[in-house]
C-alpha cells in the first residue's frame, strides 16, 4: 500500500464527461447529474484501509443532503485484474450490502481517473452547478478515527457552495492508497 495525499485542486477546472457502467447495470454520464446543485466526484474502490474507515461516514455524509441538492458520484479506477478485491462483481456486492445512496461505476480503461487528475483512494472533487471544480480535498480531518472528527471538511465545502458563500481555506488534502494503475504506474 502506497500511502499518498492529493496535490491542491485546479479550482475552477471544469469536469470532464464520462461514461461509465454502474453497479445498477446502467451507463451513467456526467449530464445524468445535472439537475443538482452541487456534484462530488469521489474516486474510491473496496479494498483501500482508508476509504473502509470512512465508508459509513461518506455514506451518511450523501443520504444526508437530497439529490436536487448535491449528488454524489463514486468512481473505482482500480486494476481489477492485480486487484480482484476491486472487481466490478465485486463492487456490486459492495455497493448492494452497504447501501450506497450513490452511483459507484467503475472506470476499467482508468481514462476518467486520469482526465480528473485522480491520485488516490479516496479523492474528493467538489463542483459547482456551472460543474467547475470548487474544492479538492480530505472528508475531514481524522481519516482513520471517526470518533476524533472535529472539523468535516467536504460536509462544509457542500454546504458553502448552497450557500453561495466561499469555502474554508485551506483546502487540505486527502490521503489514501494509491490508485492501483493496469501498467503499474
Known amino acids: 500500500m502506497v500511502l ?49 474507515a470512512i465508508e459509513s461516514r461518506l455514506i451518511d455524509l450523501a443520504a444526508g443532503f437530497s439529490k436536487k441538492e448535491a449528488v454524489f458520484v463514486a468512481i473505482n479506477s482500480n486494476d481489477q485484474v492485480r486487484y480482484p478485491e476491486d472487481s466490478f462483481k465485486k463492487m456490486k456486492s459492495r455497493a448492494k450490502k452497504k447501501k450506497y445512496p450513490f452511483d459507484y461505476l467503475v472506470d476499467e480503461k482508468q481514462l476518467v481517473a486520469k482526465e480528473y487528475g485522480a491520485v488516490c483512494t479516496p479523492d474528493f472533487f467538489v463542483f459547482n452547478s456551472e460543474r467547475k471544480l470548487c474544492y479538492r480535498g480530505r472528508l475531514d480531518d481524522s481519516p482513520r478515527n471517526p470518533k476524533a472528527v472535529k472539523n468535516e471538511d467536504l460536509k462544509l465545502a457542500i454546504q458553502a457552495l448552497l450557500a453561495n458563500e466561499p469555502i474554508a481555506e485551506p483546502q487540505h488534502a486527502s490521503m489514501g492508497c494509491s490508485i492501483k494503475w493496469i501498467d503499474g504506474e
Open 4 to 52: 499518498l495525499h492529493t496535490p491542491p485542486g485546479e479550482l475552477g477546472f471544469v469536469a470532464p464527461d464520462f461514461s461509465l457502467k454502474g453497479t445498477d447495470g446502467n451507463k451513467h454520464t456526467l449530464k445524468d447529474y445535472k439537475k443538482s446543485s452541487v456534484l462530488v466526484v469521489m474516486f474510491i474502490c473496496n479494498h483501500c484501509p482508508y476509504v473502509k
